[in-house]
């Protein structure tokens, strides 16, 4: 079993920047694929970047892509989010996940953590 803290979130301005961090309890880390989703007011829950076990893959939804950029670190046992030039429109609660396998999918993902607010001002 997997648990997942994730930090980092808060308000910026747009066009700023903000770095979120997911920090995973056990030993298992490097066997999950993990992911990043959003869930802003009123919407669904939506991928935003997942990375394979070892950072060799990544993929990203198409409105973040050359924005924000997944990275992981096993011997930390952190997942990170760099997202730069930041919009109003990545306000949201930010999610970390953990999946057997590379998807975009939710309910392909096993553990979740409690996210964080993400919050752009115009």
């Known amino acids: 079993q997997v648990q997942l803290v994730e930090s980092g979130g808060g308000l910026v301005q747009a066009g700023g920047s903000l770095r979120l961090s997911c920090a995973a309890s056990g030993r298992t880390f490097s066997s999950y694929t993990m992911g990043w989703f959003r869930q802003a007011p009123g919407k669904e829950r939506e991928f935003v970047a997942a990375?394979?076990?070892?950072?060799?893959?990544?993929t990203y939804q198409n409105s973040v892509k050359g924005r924000f950029t997944i990275a992981r670190d096993n011997a930390k046992n952190t997942l990170y989010l760099q997202m730069n030039s930041l919009t109003p429109e990545d306000t949201a609660v930010y999610y970390c996940?953990?999946?057997?396998?590379?998807?975009?999918?939710?309910?392909?993902?096993?553990?979740w953590g409690q996210g964080t607010q993400v919050t752009v001002s115009s």
């Open positions: 990375i394979n076990r070892f950072g060799g893959v990544t």
């Open positions: 996940a953990a999946a057997k396998s590379v998807t975009t999918t939710g309910s392909m993902y096993d553990y």
